[in-house]
């Protein structure tokens, strides 16, 4: 294949152009948000995990402060009763058995107050805890929401540049020989750069140098002919200085 020495130069700059193409794309795959988003992501699982054992948790002896408040109340009213239906008077009878009974009475309550004391110290220590969980799960959740937003902006600039650069691309394509960028394009999709600039004895697609034989070769060649290195067969660009 034969092509304009100018036209063969200008393939530099549609290298450079995919060379910054690759670039963004492996800029979107490896941006440092993305590994903290993922940090991010599972702490904020483990906080929110918490937060729901801590409020289950609190739950369960709410429920039990609750359940004893009424039991204690049943008691009190019992009680109420139980002097009411004394002061109204009855037997001897009636009245041993209902003071024996306000006695048991007394005793259940005590028991209960004191269940239910224990109870609501357990419960102010784990409404604490749950507090805590549902700050601590709050800051995680702001941390991930702030590498997301992080991540998001990061990926617009990178849509903006991959878009000016592809524009750019496009109207380089137009300006080159279609058999030509065919060639480049089917390099650089097998070996990931379609050209290079010889570089004194170096190839400046892969940075290897030419051995004697090859680069003989490549110097004798037409100016107009289309070489291509023979480590990683990408179009070497001759300059002046390179055909001599």
């Known amino acids: 294949m034969k092509a304009d020495p100018a036209v063969q130069r200008r393939l530099l700059d549609l290298a450079e152009c995919d060379a910054e193409l690759n670039r963004v794309n492996h800029r979107r795959r490896t941006l440092p948000e993305l590994e903290e988003i993922d940090t991010a992501e599972r702490d904020a699982k483990a906080k929110r995990d918490s937060l729901v054992a801590a409020q289950t948790a609190f739950g369960d002896i709410d429920r039990d402060a609750k359940r004893l408040e009424g039991e204690i109340e049943q008691v009190r009213a019992r009680e109420d009763r139980d002097r009411r239906m004394m002061e109204a008077g009855g037997s001897s009878k009636q009245l041993e058995d209902l003071q024996h009974e306000l006695q048991t009475l ?139």
């Open 106 to 244: 007394a005793r259940r309550q005590g028991i209960l107050e004191d269940e239910l004391l224990e109870v609501m110290e357990r419960r102010e220590a784990l409404e604490t805890d749950v507090a805590r969980a549902r700050e601590e799960a709050s800051a995680a959740e702001e941390k991930l929401a702030d590498a997301q937003h992080r991540r998001d902006e990061a990926l617009v600039d990178l849509e903006t540049a991959e878009a000016k650069r592809t524009t750019e691309r496009e109207l380089m394509v137009k300006g080159l020989p279609e058999n030509l960028v065919v060639l480049y394009d089917r390099i650089r999709a097998q070996k990931g750069v379609g050209a290079g600039l010889l570089q004194g004895t170096r190839c400046g697609a892969c940075r290897i140098e030419l051995d004697r034989s090859a680069l003989a070769e490549v110097r004798d060649a037409d100016a107009d002919d289309v070489v291509r290195c023979e480590e990683c067969g990408a179009i070497l660009v001759r300059t002046k200085e390179t055909a001599r």
